[in-house]
């Protein structure tokens, strides 16, 4: 079992930046697929990126040249950096954990594969 809690979360202008956080307990996520995944109101959930246990990400476009996803094993803590943000990347992010085979499915961002989830922390960009 793997609890997940983030936190980071806050409200930052247009072109702003901010580094979220998931910290991990009950086991190592080392042999996981970590992932960061967003909410924004009315709107589906959406995979922001994903993390291998040995450091290969992959991005949802919307993601691509603005965040970063990285993970520190020791502390058991993901994160994501986030910079240029816009009014559209308002939501609520969630932290998720899956097993390894979770990176390596082309819909993870529909998130089925992730067992394990945090209860979110909300990102507002104001414009």
């Known amino acids: 079992q793997v609890q997940l809690v983030e936190s980071g979360g806050g409200v930052v202008q247009t072109g702003g930046s901010l580094r979220l956080s998931c910290a991990a307990s009950g086991d190592t996520v080392r042999p996981y697929c970590m992932a960061w995944f967003r909410r924004a109101p009315g709107k589906e959930r959406e995979g922001v990126g994903i993390?291998?246990?040995?450091?290969?990400?992959a991005y949802a476009d919307s993601a691509k040249g603005r965040f970063t996803i990285s993970r520190d094993n020791a502390e058991n803590t993901l994160y994501l950096q986030m910079n240029s943000l816009s009014p559209a990347d308002t939501a609520m992010y969630y932290c998720?954990?899956?097993?390894?085979?979770?990176?390596?499915?082309?819909?993870?961002?529909?998130?089925?594969?992730?067992?394990?989830w945090g209860q979110g922390t909300q990102v507002t960009v104001s414009s």
């Open positions: 998720a954990a899956g097993r390894m085979t979770a990176c390596y499915s082309a819909s993870w961002r529909q998130g089925l594969s992730f067992g394990y």
């Open positions: 993390i291998g246990g040995s450091g290969g990400t």
